[in-house]
């Protein structure tokens, strides 16, 4: 795929510190790609210096094959779609008159009645912004975002404080972004929404890109363990199942059951069962992106 968005050297300091250290990374169009990182790991800013909000004390960011600067020409808005995490509305004004009120920003606008479609939010086209839900606002904060038919969109910890049912439903009008070949910069807190939603993941820890690529690969690649707990109806061959392919560690817990760390539990399964019979599995415990992030950071997502 071609790229849609490129980084390149970013650098930012604020006084003594050194927000962004030269990170580097690119964007595929037609892709959501998601930037993790603990709060002040400078996430944020490589964010708005993308957007042209904030200037880069060195290094450049590329669009469409055009440099960004702040203060972006007409061409390069009418791209780009942003939702902020915190977005304060008119309460007073309809949810229709607002989302017309922002297409009127714009040379081009998508029609009110297409926006409120695709945010499921049809039925509270003439209800006052002050009577919806917080659900019901970042439905309607994201269709504000796409006003002007964007092929580029931030997002901005999108689902951030709803109850799941509301998370789940943002979760699935982002992937229809996905579908309408729109390119997607997600920022988020909740990595389990990363790993479900992004082609590719980066994370900044301490202003420096430490990781970048498939949540699946990031996983497979980070050298942590799998486990699985066995039972056994007789008892355990310990020496026979040490002797297995890719198994690191045995820690029995009693003459029937075992814990078996793996460097690969795929391939320790498969000979298992070609090598005992009456063996049964009570718990597999595979490494997760949070344990990747955790592992690269060592720090808690909320830190």
Not at 57 to 82: A, C, F, H, T, Y
Not at 226 to 251: I, M, P, Q
């Amino acid at each position: 795929m071609p790229e849609k968005v490129t980084a390149r050297g970013l650098w930012k300091s604020y006084g003594e510190v050194r927000a962004l250290k030269g990170i580097s990374f690119s964007i595929e169009e037609g892709e959501i790609f998601g930037l993790l990182g603990p709060n002040g790991a400078g996430k944020t800013t490589a964010v708005e210096i993308i957007e042209g909000l904030r200037r880069a004390d060195s290094g450049e960011v590329i669009i469409d094959g055009e440099r960004v600067r702040p203060g972006l020409n007409p061409e390069m808005k009418q791209k780009m779609g942003v939702q902020l995490q915190e977005a304060q509305f008119y309460d007073k004004i309809k949810v229709w008159e607002l989302l017309d009120l922002f297409g009127s920003y714009h040379r081009r606008a998508l029609p009110v009645r297409e926006l409120l479609e695709l945010v499921g939010l049809e039925d509270k086209a003439n209800s006052h912004v002050e009577k919806l839900s917080g659900g019901q606002k970042r439905r309607l904060s994201l269709a504000a975002a796409l006003v002007n038919d964007p092929e580029l969109v931030f997002l901005d910890e999108p689902t951030t404080g709803l109850d799941p049912q509301a998370r789940r439903r943002l979760w699935d009008l982002i992937k229809e972004m996905k579908a309408q070949r729109r390119t997607v910069l997600l920022t988020t807190h909740y990595i389990e929404e990363a790993e479900s939603l992004c082609d590719r993941v980066g994370i900044i820890d301490l202003g420096q890109m430490v990781a970048l690529d498939t949540p699946e690969n990031l996983i497979r690649n980070s050298g942590l363990e799998s486990a699985v707990t066995l039972s056994y109806a007789g008892e355990l061959d310990l020496d026979g199942l040490k002797a297995l392919a890719a198994v690191r560690a045995l820690k029995p817990s009693d003459r029937q059951r075992v814990r078996v760390e793996s460097t690969d539990v795929n391939l320790f399964l498969r000979e298992l069962f070609r090598r005992f019979d009456d063996v049964a599995i009570e718990r597999l415990e595979r490494p997760n992106l949070e344990d990747v992030f955790l592992a690269l950071t060592g720090k808690e997502l909320r830190e």
